[in-house]
């Protein structure tokens, strides 16, 4: 079956500790998206990639960095320097006309 | 700046019930209008619109989009405790290939 996975689906992280998060498509999509999820927030987008090699930033992305060095996966790392890490992070990926997003189910990061 | 703005932000209403669910944009350059219902954890697909007038349906739900007003409706008749969830509108950028959320309605239905 087609998909998208995210893991781990829970994540503890210690104050200081850089902690990156897995997200791979089997869809054969080009573009993929992390999007952080704060209660009352809906989704605001740090990163996404459209093609291999290739990202930009969103709308938050400081404190994080991304990598796209395979079509299936776009790996997010939450630094040190994100001073409020607590969220859900979930991955999308888009097909060529970027109708609508296939989603992940999500990873729940909190600090401790 | 792009923005979407969804309202209300929560509601609560009694199985049966028939709702109503808005969404304004403002973008530079509007490509197309989507609505997304989030249960627990992966947001999953209900419509996209791309057209004014042109109302979109399945089953309970129905959609409608204003170009003109900049705006959506999405409605649920005969509401049942399964629908409550979040529901997540987003519009589409002609030309940057992202989406742009707006902040969610918090949907209650109690039995």
């Known amino acids: 079956d087609g998909g998208i996975t995210q893991s781990p689906k829970y994540l503890f992280r210690k104050e200081g500790q850089n902690v990156t998060l897995s997200c791979e498509q089997n869809?054969?999509?080009?573009?993929m998206y992390w999007y952080r999820q704060d209660p009352g927030q809906g989704l605001r987008l740090i990163y996404y990639?459209?093609?291999?090699?290739?990202?930009q930033k969103g709308d938050i992305a400081e404190g994080y960095s991304v990598s796209r060095e395979k079509k299936e996966s776009f790996p997010l790392t939450v630094t040190s320097a994100q001073k409020n890490p607590t969220a859900f992070y979930l991955c999308?990926?888009?097909?060529?006309?970027?109708?609508?997003?296939?989603f992940g189910s999500g990873t729940r990061l909190t600090v401790v | 700046e792009d923005k979407v703005v969804q309202s209300p932000l929560s509601l609560v209403v009694h199985e049966g019930d028939t709702v109503t669910l808005n969404c304004s944009y403002e973008?530079?350059?509007?490509?197309?209008l989507l609505w997304y219902k989030q249960e627990k954890k992966a947001p999953t697909f209900l419509f996209m619109l791309?057209?004014?007038?042109i109302e979109k349906k399945s089953g309970r739900l129905s959609s409608i989009l204003d170009k003109k007003e900049l705006f959506s409706i999405l409605n649920i008749t005969a509401t049942q405790t399964g629908d409550s969830a979040v529901y997540l509108c987003?519009?589409?950028?002609?030309?940057?290939?992202?989406?742009?959320f707006g902040q969610g309605t918090r949907l209650t239905i109690n039995p």
């Open positions: 999308a990926s888009g097909g060529q006309f970027n109708y609508g997003y296939t």
């Open positions: 869809l054969n999509h080009d573009a």
């Open positions: 990639s459209q093609i291999v090699n290739d990202f």
């Open positions: 973008v530079t350059n509007f490509r197309s």
């Open positions: 791309t057209s004014s007038g």
């Open positions: 987003a519009v589409g950028i002609q030309g940057a290939q992202k989406l742009v």
